[in-house]
């Protein structure tokens, strides 16, 4: 470099000071000098057919400009992703975040935001009794955007005893907590019914045709309340079963060949949901399936106290999970972005649009020698790994475990700078 300048000589080195000073001379106007500016990551958009290197322009908390060579000097921050994959903020429709409320719920910013997770839907672990409880002391204050589906049961998940008490089930009142939050609650939850009856799912169904939503079921087959009955009679199109790749969910015959009546379902408007969990992802049974062509609708990870630990059921892990199972990586975005997004009926969220707000996750594919773990105690080993390294909510960076948005110490200059 310096030889280059001395070669050169003085009229180079005097154009180069003429546009300096052109530069600083003619700033870009205030109007294109973004607060944020993701430079050059390799973007996956589903929804509006992008899979190419972009830049993201960002301010107020909206993405302003997805455009190839937005100039550096337009960012106040200017974040370099060329090593990375940048996709919409991820959604997952199947949580467990109320916090304050349960004995198995999960703090929402701690385990969703690291995992790239921009919105997440707690998944019945409160009520039509607990909900507005559940929105005070954990929704109202939490970065992540946290919709629910609220259970038809009063007081949510509060132990057996009480989830299957059909007298907790009132689809009049499930409804009326449903249509007062529209803008949280995305519909109504059943799970973890034991006795052989059609109560607990009729009365969500029911429930969500008052509140004009859908509902997601946690089913358990059993003899006179099977699961064919199930996705062919009782659910309605748009409706969701999640847990899709259960043990205990007759999705294969004997031979391990998906059931006929799954794909009927799936062409009457069934959505099938991955529900990882701490019981309902095992591989012997999705391998198959996905060999035979039965996609999960979505990918979702039922995560909570349990289900964190040994099966690790983070969005990353069961994304990455399905990646070595043998889905492409747009395939994986998908089902993590606009799919969930489509599901849940917010089809504003779950990709990238300019004047959107600006959730973005950043993933790396890893390299290596990777092992995960499913709910039946079986493991898959895998040569990739998504990790999140990079999230953006509402425009503010809230994750970034490699600093790529931050200025090495020796530069950071004096504490007066800290902002
Ligand atoms: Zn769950």
Known sequence: MDQGWGIRGDSVTCLAVVALSLAI?????????????????????????????????????????????????????VVDLSDYYVTPGLIDIHAH???????????????????????????????????????????DHSKTRILAWVNI????????????????????????????????????????????????????????????????????NKPGRGYRELILEHMRPGDIHTHVYARGIPQLDAQKKVQSYMLEARRRGVLFDVGHGAGSLWFRIAVPAIQQGFLPDTLSTDLHKRSIMLPRSTMNNVMSKFLA????????????????????????????????????AVLEVR????????????????DKEIRCVLTVRNGEVVWDSEGLSRTDWRDAGPYSNFK
């Not at 990551?41 to 400009?65: F, M, T, W």
């Not at 349960?102 to 707690?122: E, K, Q």
């Not at 998908?334 to 959107?356: F, V």
């Open 367 to 382: 390299k290596g020698q990777f092992a995960f773990l499913d709910s039946g105690h079986a493991k898959l080993t895998a």
């Open 153 to 220: 049961v009063g007081p949510g998940m509060a132990g057996g005893k009480i989830e299957n008490d059909p007298a907790q089930m009132d689809s009049e009142a499930a409804a009326s907590v449903a249509l007062k939050y529209p803008q949280i609650i995305v519909g109504i939850k059943t799970a973890h019914f034991q006795p052989a009856t059609w109560e607990a799912v009729d009365r969500a169904v029911k429930a969500a045709e008052l509140s004009k939503t859908i509902v997601m079921v946690d089913f358990q």
């Open 325 to 360: 199972m043998g889905l492409t990586l747009d395939q994986v975005i998908e089902r993590s972005t606009i799919n969930p997004a489509k599901a849940i009926r917010r089809p504003e969220l779950g990709s990238i649009e300019e004047g959107g707000a600006a959730d973005i």
């Open 25 to 77: 001379a003619l700033p870009a106007s205030s109007q294109d000098v973004y607060d944020l500016l993701l430079k050059g990551g390799h973007v996956i958009d589903p929804k509006n057919k992008r899979n190419e290197r972009l830049d993201i322009a960002i301010s107020g908390g909206k993405v302003r400009k997805v455009a190839r060579g937005i100039p550096t000097a337009h960012g106040r921050r």
């Open 97 to 139: 975040f109320n916090s304050e409320g349960d004995a198995h719920s999960l703090n929402p910013d701690h385990n969703a935001l690291r995992n790239g997770v921009t919105t997440a839907v707690d998944a019945g672990s409160s009520g039509w009794k607990t909900f507005e409880q559940f929105k005070r002391k954990v929704i």
